[in-house]
């Protein structure tokens, strides 16, 4: 049996990495497999497999195609004497040094946390190799690997440079140790003991828990500016995501967290107390947008107004247009109107604005044939009412009805009466429309080609 195990021992079925780091993983020997026809470890899954059939010439093309995408995607290995050397140039992640980074281009946001979600690609190298034996770019099609950190989903050396890095994006180098890595034996023969190169490109990183950990931290360590600030960037980072989702209810929820958060913050200085003010106006302002979506116009008209005591929005375009949107839903139509044309002041080429206001038009013209419509149709009277000298109760209820409805609406309104009304009739409208505040009857012409109109004028 001794000579069995002289030479090396090659499983017949892959290994699940992810089972040989984190539990304990049994080994079942056939003592047979040196036998003709016994099972040999499969390539399939190796990342430049290729068909017994392929020539040399077509391996060569593969790995010239890896090459030029990590080159493309500057993936490459950068120029180095030895990792020793380059060692030099690094810092160490974690105190052991298993993991040593390189920033090449640093990111322009917060360290990125513990338990984010990013958006990575990477190519990992044996030392002096110039085509990576690991890399994202042959996954899922080329597509950028989505992972969520402190979830085991890579090795752990990966995770830890990515923690010390500022996101959304930044681009580095990580100089991983076996220990750090597939552990020091390596996964043979693909993976070897030793120390492994990765070349990381961070696209974007999205912190989904923010508003957690912020509840979770001591009163004092809540006020910080820092922290304040760091918290909320990630909230609307988070929002911003879910509103592309169409999950409005869910962004709300961000939106009214960040800004309890930032009710919460201390600024220090002017510059402190300026961001904090413009990311109170982002998050009012988004939250009008997010009630819109979900067709709650009070609540978009009660945002703004909060938004108010913060800034003049009499000078913000984007606050006027939702102001405009709000009132609109309410069927206040006049005073859409006037918020559509302050926003269009500011901001004359907004097309968004000037359909709003090309869609009300053509709703008031609509409106205002129907409802001149009804008016004549309430006018209607038979031949027998028009011959009596006075004017009979049928006649005066439904004017008196429709004077009231008149007098009770918000807007201006311009309606001509029916032709053919005698005397009696105009002069009982004449005197009942100036019990009503605001209404007014004008008189043009004589006979029967006499025109009366009502007009309500806003008080």
């Not at 190799?129 to 950028?144: E, R």
């Not at 990515?162 to 023969?189: C, D, E, M, N, Y």
Request: negative net charge; glycine residues 6%; charged residues 30%.
């Amino acid at each position: 049996m001794d000579d069995a195990f002289k030479d090396p021992v090659q499983f017949s079925k892959g290994i699940n990495l992810r089972e040989l780091m984190n539990s304990g993983t049994e080994f079942h020997i056939d003592m047979d497999f040196k036998k003709p026809g016994a099972s040999e470890i499969s390539t399939d899954d190796d990342l430049f497999a290729v068909d017994d059939d392929d020539d040399d010439s077509d391996s060569e093309d593969v790995l010239k195609i890896l090459e030029d995408k990590t080159d493309n995607l500057m993936l490459s290995s950068p120029e180095y004497h030895s990792f020793e050397e380059l060692a030099k140039k690094m810092v160490d992640c974690e105190p052991s040094g298993n993991v040593k980074v390189l920033i090449l281009e640093e990111g322009g946001g917060p360290l990125v946390p513990l338990d984010a979600e990013v958006t990575i690609h990477y190519a990992a190298y044996w030392e002096r190799a110039s085509i990576p034996f690991d890399s994202t770019l042959t996954m899922n099609c080329g597509s950028p690997k989505h992972i969520r950190l402190g979830q085991s989903a890579v090795i752990p050396g990966l995770e830890i440079g990515l923690t010390t890095v500022k996101g959304p994006s930044a681009r580095f180098l990580l100089l991983i140790q076996p220990k750090a890595a597939w552990g020091p034996l390596g996964v043979p023969p693909r993976i070897r003991p030793e120390p492994a190169l990765f070349v990381v490109a961070l696209y974007a990183v999205r912190d989904a828990y923010a508003g957690a950990r912020f509840n979770d931290l001591p009163s004092e360590e809540q006020r910080k500016f820092e922290v304040t600030t760091r918290t909320v960037n990630s909230l609307h980072g988070h929002s911003k995501e879910l509103f592309k989702k169409k999950r409005y209810n869910k962004a709300i929820r961000n939106y009214q967290q960040s800004v309890s958060v930032l009710n919460l913050s201390r600024p220090q200085n002017k510059d402190e107390e300026k961001e904090v003010k413009r990311l109170k106006i982002n998050a009012f302002l988004n939250l009008a947008v997010c009630f819109t979506k979900i067709e709650k116009p009070k609540h978009v008209i009660r945002m703004l107004e909060c938004l108010d005591y913060i800034t003049d929005t009499e000078k913000h375009c984007k606050a006027l247009f939702y102001y405009g949107k709000a009132y609109e839903m309410l069927g206040k139509t006049e005073l859409a109107i006037q918020y559509y044309q302050k926003a269009l002041k500011l901001e004359p080429k907004n097309i968004d604005i000037g359909k709003a206001l090309n869609n009300l038009d053509g709703y008031l013209k609509s409106s205002e044939v129907k409802v001149k419509e009804l008016w004549q149709n309430a006018f209607k009277v038979d031949a027998e009412a028009k011959e009596k000298v006075n004017v009979d109760e049928d006649f005066q209820n439904g004017v008196k009805e429709l004077l009231e409805d008149l007098a009770g609406s918000n807007e201006y309104a311009r309606f001509d009466l029916p032709p053919g009304l005698n005397g009696n009739e105009v002069d009982y409208v004449k005197n009942l429309a100036e019990e009503f505040s605001g209404l007014t009857v004008f008189e043009e012409g004589e006979g029967k080609k006499k025109k009366v109109t009502i007009v309500k004028k806003l008080v």
